[in-house]
């Protein structure tokens, strides 16, 4: 069985300041991993995702995420958060079968302050 | 760009009575995913569909729902007799199957379903 947990279901940051966002995982085989965001009133973006080319991952709007098998971590960062980043950001994995479900946590809404 | 449209945004209903959450996946995909999110938790898998038939399903997804593809282009999800643990956002997904493992579901912006 699959599962993740995603550490603070809020992160509150200042503009400017660096983000992270904790997401763990279990597998029984190798995941496939994925970063989406929410914005109000909207569906789920993909962000980013882990496909085991590289452990440092780069999505869009400047966030990444570093894939540590050692740690089963995938925590997505970004060096200088900007107002509209504001969001629930979720961490979902996928293992086994292949076009499978995706196993998601529980959500972190990030705020970012002026 | 292409995106997963559904309708309604909102649907109000009465417990025992049917819906039907409709979904339009983007043109070229070829599988098909429904998931919901109750109020405060985590997003569920429910069920997947792929060559016109279901690929997986949740312990969730019992005999009260249903999945279809009516024509080229909807993919609907039916609850049979709701229930107030029905309540949720539901999203609809699709994805091109050309990734392998890492193939992306693309999401549309969610049904909100209201049981009174």
């Known amino acids: 069985a ?26 029984s085989v190798p995941p496939y991993l994925f970063w989406y965001v929410q914005y109000p009133n909207q569906g789920l973006q993909l962000l980013l995702k882990y496909t085991s080319a590289a452990t440092l991952v780069k999505g869009i709007n400047g966030f990444e995420a570093e894939f540590k098998k050692s740690e089963t971590s995938f925590h997505l960062t970004k060096p200088s958060a900007h107002m509209s980043d504001a969001a629930e950001y979720f961490c979902a994995v996928r293992s086994g079968t292949s076009y499978g479900k995706l196993t998601f946590g529980q959500g972190t809404i990030l705020t970012v302050h002026p | 760009e292409p995106e997963v449209t559904q309708t309604p945004s909102h649907q109000v209903t009465q417990m025992g009575q049917e819906v039907i959450l409709r979904c339009v996946p983007i043109s070229n995909h070829l599988y098909f995913y429904w998931y919901r ?3 405060g938790q985590k997003v569920e898998f429910l069920v997947s569909f792929y060559n016109n038939e279901i690929s997986e399903k949740s312990e969730i997804f019992d005999d009260q729902f249903s999945v279809e593809r009516p024509d080229g282009s909807n993919f609907t999800l039916k609850i049979r007799s709701t229930k107030l643990e029905d309540s949720a956002m539901y999203f609809c997904a699709s994805s091109d199957g050309a990734g392998g493992g890492t193939d992306t579901q693309y999401f549309g912006p969610g049904t909100r379903l209201t049981v009174l």
């Open chain 2, 37 to 39: 999110q109750i109020l």
């Open chain 1, 2 to 27: 699959q599962s993740v947990t995603q550490l603070g279901s809020h992160v509150s940051v200042s503009e400017g300041a660096l983000v992270l966002l904790r997401c763990n995982y279990s597998s």
